[in-house]
């Protein structure tokens, strides 16, 4: 991501909204598919996925695991991106009727906040209401530590 005119504290703020919404998202993502996709979640929902749709996942950690490791180790391996990608993706089938229908324009506004090649504060300010609006959706601790976050942007 190249950038514009931006303050670097606000940068900085987005990423640890990020980094916050991913640590709630990817396990909320994961629990949400295993329940409709049973014991070949990993490979039928995630996987396959993220394989075909690989033109605009840009994977950050690296090889996704294979599905016989460790819950936690194959939650961990999901950035944001991918989490987006997957909230995406299913949302007809799984997501639609359990989250805000907020969370789907939220989703696809982040992934092209991401793909941006310049950015400014204004769209700062508008990936980080994504990013709450996300959150308040998943978690509600991790809801209001977003918020202090967005307080810190907006002071």
């Known amino acids: 991501m190249s950038m514009s005119t931006f303050n670097i504290n606000n940068i900085e703020l987005y990423g640890s909204g990020e980094k916050l919404l991913e640590e709630a998202f990817a396990p909320y993502i994961c629990k949400r598919l295993e ?28 090889p996704l695991p294979p599905a016989g490791r460790p819950k936690d180790d194959l939650i961990g391996s999901l950035d944001i991106r991918c989490c987006l990608t997957l909230l995406i993706f299913h949302w007809k089938d799984i997501f639609q009727d359990v989250i805000s229908p907020n969370c789907l324009t939220s989703a696809s506004s982040l992934t092209n906040f ?31 530590k977003m918020q202090k976050i967005r307080g810190e942007f907006e002071g």
Request: proline share 0%.
């Open 35 to 62: 329940a409709k996709y049973g014991a070949e979640w990993w490979d039928n929902a995630i996987v396959n996925v993220l394989r075909d749709n690989w033109s605009y996942v840009h994977y950050s950690y690296g």
């Open 114 to 144: 991401i793909e941006k090649d310049l950015i400014d504060d204004y769209d700062i300010h508008m990936a980080l209401s994504d990013l709450a609006i996300l959150c308040e959706q998943i978690d509600t601790s991790t809801a209001e």
